[in-house]
Nanobody
């Protein structure tokens, strides 16, 4: 089993910055893709950014140029640096990883961290 612990959410003014972290733990053989998704009230969960094991990245059009995803493979941790935050970025942000363990190869989700952008 894999546990994901997210941190770094909070309240920030428009134009501000936040850095989210998500650390994976457990009996992990390897982690392939890692990513961040978000869900705003009344909306479906949507992709924000993903990063492969070779650090190839993909971003939603709405965050390109403002958000940066990165990972530390030694720490099994993925980060999301969010700059130039806008009120429409307000959402619960979820970490997602594809991990290989002794039991399976599957996707895991974090518990979510709230990001609120408001003046």
């Amino acid at each position: 089993q894999v546990q994901l612990v997210e941190s770094g959410g909070g309240l920030v003014q428009p134009g501000g910055s936040l850095r989210l972290s998500c650390a994976a733990s457990g009996t992990i053989f390897s982690i392939n893709a890692m990513g961040w998704y978000r869900q705003a009230p009344g909306k479906q969960r949507e992709l924000v950014a993903t990063i492969t094991s070779t650090s190839t990245t993909n971003y939603a059009d709405s965050v390109k140029g403002r958000f940066t995803i990165s990972r530390d493979n030694a720490k099994n941790t993925v980060y999301l640096q969010m700059n130039g935050l806008k009120p429409e970025d307000t959402a619960v942000y979820y970490c997602n990883v594809y991990a290989l363990t002794i039991a399976s190869a599957t996707y895991y989700w974090g518990q979510g961290t709230q990001v609120t952008v408001s003046s």
